[in-house]
């Protein structure tokens, strides 16, 4: 049996953008996995630090088996785990100065919620690319320009640049997808243009 990186049903004109996508955000995501688990794992550590890692990985995970084996069906959940996170992002610009000081002092816990989103999506763009490459490019721009006006409301706009450099990867990997995913459709018609 084979596996191929790219589903063999997205069209051969998109695979090498797909493809390019899936290998960057896999890359990306398994050095932010093991970076962040080992934070954890350090601090508070023990059985508490193991617990905080199993529940941030193992929701990521399952979806993104989900989105690997039933595309199709895992894409209007994702679908509403994007637009869950963008609208409780709306809840850090009105309880900014609560959110950074639990942030400050429990880690970037909305960076965390957006990466556990921004795992199973790059899964999905193995099937869907021009779908997930959109919804990346949703989940990224709207809760991390809510969280920048929220950091810009108590004053700490030194943080904004990290969240810049965690997001760059994953935007190059939402334009990919886009790509591909146009790349993958069949041309319009002549007949359907002028229409």
Do not use: K
């Not at 508070?44 to 529940?55: I, M, R, T």
């Not at 399952?62 to 209007?76: C, F, N, Q, V």
């Not at 409780?88 to 965390?112: R, Y």
Request: glycine share 8%; net charge negative.
């Amino acid at each position: 049996m084979s596996v191929n990186l790219v589903d063999p049903r997205v069209g051969i004109a998109a695979q090498p953008w797909v493809a390019l996508a899936l290998v960057i955000g896999a890359v990306v995501s398994a050095a932010l996995a093991v970076f962040v688990g080992g934070e954890i794992l350090s601090d508070p550590g023990g059985v508490q630090g193991l617990a905080w890692v199993v529940a941030w990985l193992v929701p990521p995970l399952a979806l993104s088996a989900l989105a690997l084996r039933w595309p199709d069906a895992t894409y209007p959940v994702l679908v509403a785990v994007v637009a869950l996170v963008c609208v409780a992002s709306v809840g850090g610009v009105v309880w900014a100065q609560a959110l950074w000081e639990f942030e400050d002092t429990h880690g970037p816990v909305n960076l965390l919620v957006l990466v556990a989103v921004l795992i199973p999506l790059i899964a999905l763009g193995r099937s869907l690319p021009w779908e997930a490459g959109w919804l990346m490019a949703i989940a990224l721009s709207v809760p991390l320009a809510l969280q920048a006006v929220s950091l810009g409301r108590v004053g700490e706009w030194s943080v904004i640049p990290v969240l810049v450099v965690v997001a760059a990867p994953y935007a190059v990997v939402a334009a990919l997808l886009i790509v591909g995913g146009r790349r993958a459709r069949p041309p319009e018609s002549v007949t359907e243009d002028r229409a």
